[in-house]
DNA sequence: CGGGTTCATGTAACCGATTACATCCCCCAC
DNA sequence: GTGGGGGATGTAATCGGTTACATGAACCCG
């Protein structure tokens, strides 16, 4: 390995000028300058990034921490932070599958001092606790966490807003018996679109019911299986929304197996507008999240109080979604705009 | 932050004997370990990584380079690799959306110093080639990289075999006219997938049509659009063979959209086997590539480049794949068995 | 011509860990 | 009682950068 002491040697200066050199300081002479990158070059010398973390105290690097990473949504995530880290000049250090506070509290020891910030995702409730264990100036980002003790910046997506908005407009076409296949219990979107969902059949002056909100795990083959109890009831809905796309898709395919038509016989809608849905058959209208957007926001979040050294603004911020109707809840178009059948 | 000296201090003890109660050296009373270990947890003193690697030459984390972070494909890809890497106390360093040689050579130095290795998926054309410019015992495994010179540690997918297989599956079938939905021009999955169903074409005496091959780029939008085109062809194709799941998935819709019955009036096939496709309508058949354990596999491969200190055995390994037929190709069960319609 | 200013460069302390080597203590055998 | 051995602990060098401060040369001006 070719260190700094390698390169002063060969050029015949001191460590101080090829470090100034390295770093753009305007402190040296043109002619020197050049001598010392020349010399760099022929030597394949490049700056040892530890070294240079324990002096600077800046690791040019964050941390995220994610949880299962299913689907196309992490993918989408990950794309949005990766462009915009990689953009500041920073680089992604990624842990998933950390979902209860244990695996999280070990994940984030393990960060320490390898990172600048953190973007921290922990649906699970309680599960963003040990964030508080951190360094009192720390950068942390929160993305769709429970964190109300606002002690933290967080960014959430209007998941009760979005439901609400979507089982509204499934009841302005008419429906009146609506199923959900919900998230897993303890997952804070799930129980956020849940809510909304309530919310949505109450203002309509419907009683829900037990039966038909069916439990799922945000996976397909979890939105098949439910989908397939819901078509047993005695009282069958005659819409579903599923706590997220991939769940919906995976009641397609089971309603698709079963010989129900969609949207003639049963309605569906999802959630997150993953890139897929529109592929679906028939195309699945969802609530759209903007997700290498959220992605983004959080890494500009982040950066903006690493940078500044400024930390806790203790903002929640909520990203907002949008319904995109498409022809799986039939009646298509603006919902206010659609007659019920 | 609290250091190693404040805890040496704290305990009444020296630096060095605090490292060894965090390295677990044998050389430490019971006691004064105890004493050590309260003071440091009463402290909330962890090691700086920085200051570690600085001086033990390693930092327990691998880079991943990846190219452009398309769909379920990664995200699958990035669990496998980070689940072998947790699984050996290593750290995951990712950075997406390098394509060409520059970026890779960017992203390369970038993370020299940072990494004790480096998994590196570079599908297009010589875009491995700037690997060979870092340090020589410097761990390396390529992944789907056309690595010709065997210089490195390889894991590529059967594709050319895959490919050819379900192409023969699909003239087993009956089928003469079959359109390829190709992946990108510079892409050697892309590339490859393509001669499998050359090969194919070729074995059965059929001649293949420039008009018939419709070029992509593995999102589910092209594969949408290039299937529209076929669909204008005066000889329409009875079948098509998409270059990977997500542009067969955007062809199905494409397909529904235009009325056209599946499998009836035309096959369709895909590649990869993302988890989404057995819920497609209907559910797609394609060549499974088992995503996560190729991570797993590099992973392993690289950790134990890493772990004693061997590099390249530039051996290049071939993940296999298989047919998994499902009914977006109609006639199910073994590929000899069906009968050609 | 002397003193002050400016600017390129050098010297050496420092970041926080690991670890080779030194030291010290205790115990035991002769 | 003394010398030797071994195990626990301490001291200080080291890893490879950054940077405060020192140095010294060139230049300007009265």
Redesign the interface.
């Known amino acids: 390995?070719v260190t700094i002491r390698d390169v002063a040697r060969a050029a015949r200066v001191s460590v101080a000028t090829v470090s100034r050199v390295q770093n753009n300081s305007s402190l040296v002479t043109e002619p020197t300058g050049r001598r010392v990158r020349r010399v760099a070059v022929r030597l394949?010398y490049?700056?040892?990034?530890?070294?240079r973390?324990?002096s600077t105290r800046r690791?040019s690097?964050i941390g995220v921490l994610l949880p299962d990473?299913?689907?196309?949504?992490?993918?989408e995530l990950?794309?949005g932070i990766?462009?915009t880290a990689?953009g500041h000049g920073y680089?992604?250090?990624?842990?998933?599958?950390h979902n209860d506070k244990a695996t999280i509290e070990a994940a984030l020891?393990?960060?320490?001092?390898?990172v600048d910030g953190l973007i921290v995702m922990a649906p699970a409730p309680g599960a963003h606790v040990p964030v508080r264990?951190l360094?009192e100036r720390f950068p942390v980002v929160l993305l769709n966490c429970n964190a109300s003790g606002r002690t933290f910046d967080s960014i959430v997506l209007a998941n009760r807003e979005g439901a609400r908005q979507m089982v509204h407009h499934l009841i302005a076409l008419g429906h009146r018996r609506i199923a959900m296949i919900t998230g897993p219990s303890r997952n804070y979107d799930a129980t956020e679109r849940r809510r909304g969902y309530h919310a949505a059949l109450r203002a309509a002056g419907l009683r829900g019911s037990r039966r038909w909100e069916v439990p799922g795990d945000f996976?397909?083959g979890s939105g098949?299986e439910a989908c397939r109890r819901l078509l047993n009831c005695k009282a069958r809905p005659t819409a579903i929304f599923a706590g997220n796309d991939?769940m919906a898709?995976?009641a397609?395919?089971a309603l698709?197996e079963a010989g129900v038509g969609v949207p003639d016989q049963v309605a569906v809608a999802g959630f997150d507008d993953i890139?897929?849905a529109?592929?679906?058959?028939?195309?699945l209208s969802t609530v759209r999240v903007d997700i290498s957007a959220l992605g983004e926001r959080a890494t500009r979040r982040l950066l903006d109080a690493v940078g500044n050294g400024r930390t806790h603004h203790n903002r929640r911020e909520t990203l907002p979604v949008t319904l995109v109707i498409r022809e799986s809840c039939g009646g298509r178009g603006r919902p206010a705009a659609s007659s019920p059948r």
């Open positions: 390995m394949g490049s700056p040892h990034a530890a070294a973390s324990l690791t690097s990473l299913y689907g196309e949504f992490y993918a990950i794309r990766d462009q990689q680089h992604l250090l990624i842990a998933s599958s020891q393990a960060m320490r001092g390898r264990n360094p996976t397909q098949f991939a898709i995976g397609l395919s698709a890139p897929m529109r592929y679906m058959h028939p195309p």
